[in-house]
């Protein structure tokens, strides 16, 4: 049973998001807009207008059935891309293969799974830093197509 769940509040239509106490966890929903904990209720809400980035942001956390629902509202294809990212990036974060042999530093493997949590994404790192073979990699993993502009 996952103890870290993202639900709706139907009275004040937030989301909820429950989880067991670990502080990076709590700085990481900290960190998304319009989040504010309930001393009272040991939970964090925010605003419904931002369920895409709490979805995308918490790749770990259950699902109700009133979040998948409105997942479901979303065109087919963004649905599909949004839990097909989540779960890619589940995997991932249990163990982060090599790619052709090429083992991805850590900013280019924390930029891999932004890009598959955020499918629509621009790299604009500094020249040197591993741009290409990350979106290689997230296109690779996605299965969407990459557009790289050199």
Known sequence: MNDRKIELEKFTNKIVITFPYELNTWNQIKELPTAE?????RHFTVNIQFLTQVVYSLAGFELSQD????IVKWED???ETLLKGRQIVSLLDEDFPTFNGVELMDHQKKEVKSILTFPRAIIGHEMGTGKTITALVAGYYSGLPIYIIA
């Open 37 to 41: 904990w309930d001393k009272t209720a």
């Open 67 to 70: 979040i998948k629902d409105l």
């Open 77 to 79: 294809r963004e649905a």
